[in-house]
């Protein structure tokens, strides 16, 4: 399995908070943390600032599965390059948008909607409630409920279409909810959604967070089946 | 429409705290909360230490939605009942199931799973949020959540099958949520399940809670689309 | 409720077989039809060649519900027009895409895929199959399926995300299957997807077919639940 | 994986045609087939007449994957194995109820409805197309569309609820189209529904209908996520 781990890379270069808690950038955190997890696959990172934010043709046609972190520049990433991951999610790319990816251009376009939340930065306790313990995404978990002490909030209305499955819903000690970990298939390719994740706490570092992701590039890895994009006349 | 509420009534009978909030019995708070709601539906009850339940043929037959709190008594309900209100679903009936109802036999053959929660009685808030606004069932509500000082904690995970839509989503103060609105079809029949409405609180007499049920009903009405449940050999 | 029917409206003037059979063009028969079987609406049309295709904001704005249909000029409609008409189906506007709009801009974006299919014009017999009849959708229909003894074939692999509701399945005399009648929601707005409609065969002109879209038209009015698009920052 | 394979085995004993076609019984037929597929899978099987019909608690709780084909016999399976069987699927157990088991107990009381459809023996063609190309469930069959040359026919409306996922919907000669392939969840157990297979016709000897059920097995084998069935009071 080969994995792209895509980083805006901005906040740990500009916010001495960020780099404190990822020296080397969130992708290099997740890169380490997976491929302990996955010890078979062969993980690759790539960032915004390096030429075609690093996501050249061969790369995606490439990659099994890409995880997307974006905050602050979500403007900034290419169009072409947008549409070029979108093609490779349908023909089977699987993909997992991480916390404020919500916003980002592909999760967008792979939606159809808005993808907006409410949110407010306090620093307060997060719990994600597991509600399908059938799926594949939680195996190894060993837990009903997954504690983050301090987060950003992250609140409903989340707009985005109904989700094949919801596996995890978030309570926060302010009085909102979330569905924090949600799939959708698009063409052959499959979508993982996971809230977890903003910059100034060490949510990649947490085991259960690293576990739950590991997961899921299992599940969102193609598989070979037919698949044909374009309209076909038959006779 | 005709709307027949089915409570247990057992609770108001025996407990002086549930008589005070419900001096006749949920289902008549019920029945002149949607009266007020919904003027042109016929609206009728029914009780557990009635004949039959008060659940004769007759009176299935002639019910469009049926409301159902049980909360103590769910062994007592005959299975021929049961079953009987099973057909009438599947035929079309809309069934609401609200509350403690979860762990009626009705439900739980509908659904086919335990349709087991966590619980806790500790009379805190719990904040119902909207995830579906596009549902008719939050038509006219005018809020994005419906706040209830004082109540029952339900807590997932809630044993149910892949609901067709979940329309709300509750916190709990003490740190839990739950998919407290959930539709789902069975045969030619709309079922919504509404988590609100514990004995010690007054739920019922809420206005909003009162407008969710109330569209439900409307929504859960039978269409007169042709249903066959029998198998049939063609040729 | 105020309808607005779109329509491409070119095939009816250029080639002499439709123009036969829609003599005022599709939208037109179309307004025509619904206008007997939904009495209160008012209904407008709209069309491809006048300025902003007919689709200024106040016309938006004042829309409840949306026809869309389109086939040869796809790539004509104004990507300003779409994304307008996309912000109105996030707040809650419905939109119908009939037939061949599955390859229509709008639909592509409200689904984020590629929404081909495999097709073939042999005119031969459809089956709707209903696979849905709880659904708003077939009511008053009267049949288990719909018969259409000359169509266009649409095959799958349909390539959409997986509907909310499947209230539909063509069989076709060649060998193929079609999701035909598929529900989903984006924002507040509610989307249904009719397959039948070509040009060439009277399909809007069949009592069945209409009686769907004017159901398909009160099932997709939108409710009057709060809704906000953008991201807010709650403390 | 341990993989149970429950067939009724009576048609084999009693029609010379079925024994014709499977002379060891359906169940061998399977075990052999899925044996080639999945070497690494323990595989016994288990029929109506044993004492228990073959599933002890012992031989339940060491099975991942039950497979369960009856037909004629189905009012003789036991109440309490029925209710044993189920009990193990909302444990995790993944349950793969093939061809006639549509009308099997187990069936009918995991999904809630009567699970009836329309039928003809008329040894018609059938193709079985994939609509969802992103499950694993399609792993390897490399074609989109399986075609059986001569069948019995299934027609909708088939009488389920909605499926977490539709995989296969078929196309049969005189007509009919169904939904030969269906996912849902109950509990913390995967079950997958899958049509082909009636005994007067060599269906599972097709390598695509054998690797679909092997496919099958691998989804709905069961993760070690925590799963607790009974309600539980927490303070």
Redesign the interface.
């Known amino acids: 399995m080969n994995i792209t781990i895509w980083n805006e890379f901005r906040h740990e270069r500009s916010k001495p908070e960020v780099a404190e808690i990822y020296p080397n950038g969130i992708h290099t955190a997740l890169a380490d943390g997976l491929a302990l997890l996955l010890p078979a696959a062969t993980i690759e990172t790539a960032t915004l600032d390096e030429p075609q934010h690093g996501l050249t043709q061969e790369r995606l046609d490439n990659t099994d599965v890409m995880l997307w972190w974006g905050h602050a520049a979500h403007d900034e990433v290419d169009d072409g390059v947008v549409a070029a991951v ?1 093609q490779r999610v ?1 023909e ?1 790319m699987g993909l997992i948008p991480l916390h404020s990816a919500h ?1 980002s251009k592909i999760f967008q ?6 993808c ?5 930065e ?1 620093g307060e306790m997060e ?1 994600l ?8 995404i ?7 409920c997954i504690t983050l002490p301090e987060t950003e909030m992250y ?5 985005i ?2 989700p ?3 596996v995890f ?4 000690a302010g ?3 979330f ?1 924090s970990g949600c799939t ?7 979508v993982f959604y996971f809230r977890p994740g903003h910059e100034t706490h060490p949510i990649y570092h947490n085991e259960q967070i690293l576990r739950v992701i590991a997961n899921a590039c299992c599940w969102a890895a193609p ?13």
């Open positions: 979108q349908w089977g916003a376009r792979l939606m159809g909607t808005g907006m939340l409410r949110w407010r306090a719990r409630w597991v509600v399908d313990p059938s799926h594949p939680v195996n190894g978990l060993g837990v009903e609140g409903e209305f989340f707009d279409p109904q094949d499955s919801v819903i978030s309570w926060f009085g909102e909810v569905r959708f298939s698009r063409g052959k390719g499959k598989n070979d089946a037919p698949y044909t994009k374009e309209a076909r006349s038959i006779v």
